[in-house]
């Protein structure tokens, strides 16, 4: 019986293995010129393409926040003292005075256009140390220093305190706006009006305020240097202080 030699083995280790194993399958494609431009596009301009995405995103943002943004109201009035006028179930002052203001500028044939906002702080008195009453205290501060709304509902002691500097008055004389034969109720410094007195206490919302509130308007703010806005602002907040006074428009 013939003997058939077994081969040796190949030198210098084992056998060569083929790159993948039985049955797997290996496509290989091609890229595109489309992929091509793509890469070289993205090589040589990567930082241009990042800041206008940046761009684009905080452009998109701006624009979606301007369209979300209320307009101003045509009409801003503030109360600061010991009422609470924050709006809930069962208090619906602000939102009172809101309607009544609406309605005293419909009468006077004032144009409402943006509707009335009413902004209010609650300032009560003997608790400056207070966190929250401090916090209301510098925001009516800040809007007084600064105006965004002209026509003012303060309690009597905010009144005498907040609107006096040292420079004067931060609100007008109110003699100038009220006929000789009129029946309203002056504050003693001649500076404001206790609403009690006037048309507008029997109005839903300005009838739940308290019986020592002092309708008063501030003076013109560096004149106007925020521009056309303020004084719009202050025109229309003066119209609707004579509204509120029972005094005709001039």
């Not at 305190?161 to 504050?187: F, K």
Request: net charge negative; with cysteine.
């Amino acid at each position: 019986m013939d003997e058939r030699e077994t081969p040796p083995a190949p030198q210098g280790g084992e056998p060569d293995k083929p790159d993948f194993e039985a049955g797997d399958v290996h496509l290989v494609r091609k890229k595109g010129r489309f992929a091509i431009w793509c890469e070289n596009v993205w090589y040589h301009y990567k930082v241009p393409i990042i800041i206008a995405l940046v761009l684009i995103v905080a452009l998109s943002v701006c624009i979606v926040q301007c369209a979300k943004r209320e307009p101003t109201p045509d009409y801003i009035l503030c109360y600061a003292g010991e009422a609470s006028l924050l709006p809930t179930k069962n208090n619906t002052v602000a939102a009172d005075m809101a309607a009544s203001a609406e309605s005293l500028i419909e009468s006077g044939g004032l144009r409402i256009g943006n509707g009335v906002r009413i902004d209010n702080w609650q300032v009560r008195k003997g608790a400056a140390l207070d966190s929250y009453n401090k916090d209301s205290i510098q925001s009516l501060q800040n809007e007084l220093s600064t105006p965004i709304a002209y026509l003012y509902l303060l309690s009597e002691h905010t009144f005498d305190v907040y609107t006096t500097t040292q420079g004067g008055r931060l609100v007008v004389p109110v003699a100038e706006y009220l006929p000789a034969d009129s029946t309203v109720e002056i504050t003693p410094d001649g500076y404001g009006v206790y609403l009690r007195s006037t048309p507008a206490a029997s109005l839903p919302g300005f009838r739940d305020l308290p019986d020592d509130t002092v309708l008063c308007l501030r003076i013109p703010y560096a004149a106007f240097s925020h521009g056309n806005s303020a004084r719009q602002q202050f025109d229309r907040s003066e119209a609707l202080f004579r509204a509120m006074l029972g005094v005709a428009a001039e």
